[in-house]
């Protein structure tokens, strides 16, 4: 069955960095969009980036642009959230899961069938 362990996260300062993996099993990671959100306590889960299946075209939020970069290495079958200049409120629990079949990455949690259990990621100021 599709599976996805997150891992990476961690408690750091305000401008560390830290980056987080996502290890797909269960489907043909190639051939599939990938995301990653976020979810702070009280707050909906919330789109941070995107990727096509080929990586060929990403998208992000605004409230990371610039800061966080999402990768994915297709052989290794793991996708990846580089994330820099960290501020406190980027403290949440943060998800990857699996968009569509040879499409366009989504925006809502509805573009997504199938997710991981999250790694919480803390940042002290």
């Known amino acids: 069955q599709v599976q996805l362990v997150e891992s990476g996260g961690g408690l750091v300062q305000a401008g560390d960095s830290l980056r987080l993996s996502c290890a797909a099993s269960?489907?043909?990671?190639?051939?599939?969009?990938m995301g990653w959100f976020r979810q702070a306590p009280g707050k909906e889960r919330d789109f941070i980036a995107g990727?096509?299946?080929?990586?060929?075209?990403?998208g992000y939020a605004d409230s990371v642009k610039g800061r966080f970069t999402i990768s994915r290495d297709n052989a290794k079958r793991t996708a990846y959230l580089q994330m820099n200049s960290l501020k406190p409120e980027d403290t949440a629990v943060y998800y990857c899961?699996?968009?569509?079949?040879?499409?366009?990455?989504?925006?809502?949690?509805?573009?997504?069938?199938?997710w991981g259990q999250g790694t919480r990621v803390n940042v002290s100021s």
């Open positions: 899961a699996v968009g569509g079949y040879l499409s366009l990455y989504g925006s809502r949690t509805s573009d997504y069938r199938y």
């Open positions: 990727m096509t299946a080929s990586g060929g075209n990403t």
């Open positions: 269960g489907f043909t990671f190639s051939n599939y969009a």
